[in-house]
């Protein structure tokens, strides 16, 4: 049984004051809508409605945490939350792309996702889902950007794969590694990266995505040790 499976429902934001004061790390699930990333969430966590799609796709604006491991939440106070035994947190970003959001809701996503993603100290990793058939749209190319410059770790997952022959997944993939690879310098790739096709429907992908996150997230170490290392230096 995967430690993913133990994903509880934590908090919701809509605020970046709002944000849990927490010290775990915490990887952020970002893609647009109709990608599948509610799906995925779901499949990976072995539940059915943990992750809620909205009716009215990208009209949910709100960060949604889900805590892995321990005791959710110990006690509340106006300036502090304390959290017994949480190891990790996934993050479920709002979707985005959709066309009939208001003016006002995009520039309110750009501005929550974009400090969000680019300031969020805990935040250890980012896993971008994108559609198999159409993957790095103009607006994963801006997630993708927003994110880069922090040099932590992407990881790719292509949704939907069932519907793509074999020689179609070959292709997305390679564009997507092409694309991801164009991030570099002299000294190298601006930031680790991987990608993998994924299937809810055929359950294929479900293993390799649930490795890369555990380990992207220090799930895949003892409690203690990752604990350790997770402290900073003279701690």
């Known amino acids: 049984m995967s430690i993913l499976w133990q994903a509880r429902f934590f908090t919701t934001v809509?605020?970046?004051?709002?944000?849990?004061?927490?010290?775990?790390?915490?990887?952020?699930?970002?893609?647009?809508?109709?990608?599948?990333?509610?799906?995925?969430?779901?499949?990976?966590?072995?539940?059915?409605?943990?992750?809620?799609?909205?009716?009215?796709?990208?009209?949910?604006?709100?960060?949604?945490?889900?805590?892995?491991?321990?005791?959710?939440?110990?006690?509340?106070?106006?300036?502090?939350?304390?959290v017994d035994e949480i190891r990790a947190l996934l993050v479920d970003l709002p979707g985005y792309g959709y066309a009939e959001v208001p003016g006002a809701a995009k520039n309110h996503w750009n501005q929550l996702l974009g400090s969000y993603i680019q300031r969020r100290t805990q935040l250890a990793a980012l896993v971008l889902i994108m559609d198999a058939r159409r993957p790095f749209t103009d607006l994963d190319i801006q997630m993708l950007e927003w994110f880069a410059p922090s040099g932590k770790p992407i990881h790719c997952i292509l949704t939907k794969s069932d519907k793509l022959n074999k020689t179609e997944s070959a292709n997305a993939l390679r564009q997507a590694k092409d694309i991801l690879a164009s991030y570099a310098d002299d000294e190298g790739p601006l930031f680790p990266y991987s990608v993998q096709l994924f299937s809810a429907l055929k359950r294929t992908g479900i293993e390799e995505a649930d490795a890369t996150i555990q380990r992207l997230l220090g799930l895949d170490r003892p409690a203690e040790l990752a604990e350790i290392e997770a402290l900073p230096d003279g701690e």
């Open 14 to 82: 809509n605020h970046l004051r709002d944000l849990p004061r927490t010290h775990v790390p915490e990887i952020a699930f970002a893609g647009r809508s109709n990608a599948g990333k509610s799906t995925a969430i779901n499949t990976l966590c072995n539940q059915k409605k943990l992750c809620f799609a909205s009716k009215t796709p990208g009209r949910t604006q709100h960060i949604n945490y889900f805590s892995i491991g321990g005791a959710h939440v110990a006690m509340h106070r106006k300036d502090e939350t304390r």
